[in-house]
């Protein structure tokens, strides 16, 4: 529920994100195209400025040309006609140009319209001038000034009047069109600033929520940990507590007090450690291996269970008979751990355990039981049970002998030497010999 929650949230944060940069982009891309259709109008409004004070200016030096005709009798009226004639033939291309731009307007229009009529009133003059030009042989000049004066000065105010009225238009809509367009571009700058805090927010927050959903994970991911670290320590511990019970129990049938497991599972333990630190077996012992066999020496006589009391509590010595049957309790003792604990607990415990009950009577010179085992034939966890073994039975009272001295203990256990036990446990156990004293 909680993961599902996280990743709509993620996934909503993700849609926000790409929908803002999406909306930065086109925005991006509208104002570009707004900006140029802008620069593409204001030319053609500068255009169409330029073309009608141009048709102006030709119409001015038309009509100069003209009044100086009429005045002036000494003037060379061929050369004058000319330059009207080429004025008035520029004033009709500026029209044609004039008439382009038109073109390019919708028609109808109140743009389209005013640049009609300053087509118009333009053509109007030019046409209406043609009368006193044909009158410059035939009337006075007084004649034709009251012609012009009467006719074609109102022309003449007309076309300015049209070119006033369609250059205000021009200047009113490229204004009107400027602050149409300022505000588009103000308008956009906020919308694209907000977008961008909005992003920002949108990342700070996905930020922070990822963060969050991690730790708690992680936490969780801790909590669990030491939980499963706190349930497998328990597990174990209740498997070892059991183990030493049921061999405390096997101890107890033959009448001792549950103490040799306890001590053979220390002393072995102090011998390996001393192993360790002498560099003795380097590959093998390893601290689970060293705290494995430790874990696993109580149950070195778990087979003895197979055995009848009778031979178990025999208070003098065994019949050959009665020693064949106490030697089974070795292969019993190895199965008997394998059915216990086999199923549940680590294989290279199980195993150690296994080899200790089995081959823990076994000789480092061949003659021990149950399989006649030699030298490192002999499981190393074994060879260190045999030593902590006999050494404690030793100097433990029992039914049928009583506690031998610790020094004649030592003494025995280093006689068999490179006979019963392997020499080099012997060397270390007689290394520990000062720390056993102190402990008795
Ligand atoms: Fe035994
Ligand atoms: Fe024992």
Same mark, same amino acid.
Request: proline content about 2%; aromatic content about 8%.
């Given at each position: 529920?909680?993961?599902?929650?996280?990743?709509?949230?993620?996934?909503?944060?993700?849609?926000?994100?790409?929908?803002?940069?999406?909306?930065?982009?086109?925005?991006?891309?509208?104002?570009?195209? /707004?900006?140029?259709?802008?620069?593409?109008?204001?030319?053609?409004?500068?255009?169409?400025?330029?073309?009608?004070?141009?048709?102006?200016?030709?119409?001015?030096?038309?009509?100069?040309?003209?009044t100086a005709l009429i005045n002036s009798s000494r003037i060379d009226k061929?050369?004058?006609?000319?330059?009207?004639?080429?004025?008035?033939?520029?004033?009709?291309?500026?029209?044609?140009?004039?008439?382009?731009?038109?073109?390019?307007?919708?028609? #109808?229009?109140?743009?389209? @319209?005013?640049?009609?009529?300053?087509?118009?009133?333009?053509?109007?003059?030019?046409?209406?001038?043609?009368?006193?030009?044909?009158?410059?042989?035939?009337?006075? %000049?007084?004649?034709?000034?009251?012609?012009?004066?009467?006719?074609?000065? *109102?022309?003449?105010?007309?076309?300015? @009047?049209?070119?006033?009225?369609?250059?205000?238009?021009?200047?009113?809509?490229?204004?009107?069109?400027?602050?149409?367009?300022?505000?588009?571009l103000h308008e956009s700058r906020i919308a694209s600033f907000l977008v961008?805090?909005?992003?920002?927010?949108?990342?700070?927050?996905?930020?922070?929520?990822? /963060?969050?959903?991690?730790?708690?994970? +992680?936490?969780?991911?801790?909590?669990?940990?030491?939980?499963?670290?706190?349930?497998?320590?328990?597990?174990?511990?209740? @498997?070892?507590?059991?183990?030493?019970?049921?061999?405390?129990?096997?101890?107890?049938?033959? #009448?001792?007090?549950?103490?040799?497991?306890?001590?053979?599972?220390?002393?072995?333990?102090?011998?390996?450690?001393?192993?360790? &630190?002498?560099?003795?077996?380097?590959?093998?012992?390893?601290?689970?291996?060293?705290?494995?066999? !430790?874990?696993?020496?109580?149950?070195?006589?778990?087979?003895?269970?197979?055995? %009848?009391?009778?031979?178990?509590?025999?208070?003098?010595?065994? !019949?050959?008979?009665?020693?064949?049957?106490?030697?089974?309790?070795? !292969?019993?003792?190895?199965?008997?751990?394998?059915?216990?604990?086999? #199923?549940?607990?680590?294989?290279?415990?199980?195993?150690?355990?296994?080899?200790?009950?089995?081959? /823990? /009577?076994?000789?480092?010179?061949?003659?021990?039981?149950?399989t006649g085992k030699k030298g490192n034939e002999i499981p190393l966890c074994?060879?260190?049970?045999?030593?902590?073994?006999?050494?404690?039975?030793?100097?433990?009272?029992?039914?049928?002998?009583? %506690?031998?001295?610790?020094?004649?203990?030592?003494?025995?256990? +280093?006689?068999?030497? #490179? +006979?019963?036990?392997? *020499?080099?446990?012997?060397?270390?156990?007689?290394?520990? &010999?000062?720390?056993?004293?102190?402990?008795?």
């Amino acid at each position: 529920m909680r993961k599902s929650l996280s990743i709509s949230a993620l996934v909503v944060i993700f849609v926000a994100e790409l929908s803002g940069i999406l909306g930065i982009v086109y925005l991006r891309h509208a104002m570009d195209v /707004h900006t140029s259709l802008f620069n593409t109008m204001v030319e053609q409004v500068f255009n169409a400025e330029n073309d009608v004070e141009q048709i102006r200016s030709h119409l001015y030096k038309y009509e100069y040309n003209m009044t100086a005709l009429i005045n002036s009798s000494r003037i060379d009226k061929s050369a004058t006609l000319h330059e009207l004639a080429e004025t008035e033939l520029m004033i009709r291309n500026q029209l044609v140009v004039h008439s382009e731009i038109r073109k390019s307007m919708e028609y #109808g229009s109140e743009k389209e @319209q005013l640049f009609r009529s300053v087509n118009d009133d333009v053509l109007k003059y030019l046409n209406f001038n043609v009368v006193p030009l044909s009158m410059l042989d035939t009337e006075s %000049p007084e004649a034709i000034s009251e012609y012009i004066e009467r006719y074609i000065m *109102p022309l003449v105010a007309n076309v300015n @009047q049209s070119i006033d009225t369609l250059s205000r238009i021009l200047r009113v809509y490229i204004d009107t069109q400027k602050i149409s367009v300022q505000k588009d571009l103000h308008e956009s700058r906020i919308a694209s600033f907000l977008v961008l805090v909005v992003i920002i927010f949108s990342v700070i927050v996905s930020i922070i929520y990822s /963060h969050r959903v991690l730790s708690e994970l +992680e936490e969780k991911n801790r909590f669990f940990m030491r939980k499963s670290e706190a349930s497998e320590m328990r597990i174990s511990e209740i @498997q070892y507590n059991t183990i030493m019970g049921i061999a405390d129990l096997v101890e107890s049938r033959s #009448g001792e007090t549950g103490q040799h497991v306890k001590r053979t599972s220390h002393l072995v333990n102090m011998i390996l450690l001393q192993a360790k &630190k002498k560099g003795k077996w380097a590959d093998i012992l390893t601290d689970s291996f060293i705290d494995n066999v !430790t874990r696993a020496a109580p149950m070195h006589d778990l087979g003895k269970i197979v055995i %009848p009391d009778a031979i178990l509590n025999k208070p003098g010595r065994f !019949t050959d008979e009665e020693f064949e049957i106490m030697k089974t309790h070795a !292969t019993a003792g190895g199965k008997i751990v394998h059915d216990i604990i086999g #199923g549940v607990a680590e294989k290279d415990y199980v195993d150690i355990a296994s080899d200790i009950a089995s081959f /823990h /009577h076994e000789k480092w010179n061949g003659k021990g039981y149950p399989t006649g085992k030699k030298g490192n034939e002999i499981p190393l966890c074994a060879r260190v049970m045999a030593v902590a073994d006999v050494f404690d039975a030793l100097v433990s009272e029992r039914c049928y002998k009583k %506690p031998m001295s610790y020094d004649d203990a030592f003494a025995l256990i +280093e006689r068999e030497a #490179g +006979e019963h036990f392997d *020499p080099d446990v012997v060397e270390l156990f007689l290394e520990l &010999k000062d720390e056993i004293y102190a402990e008795k």
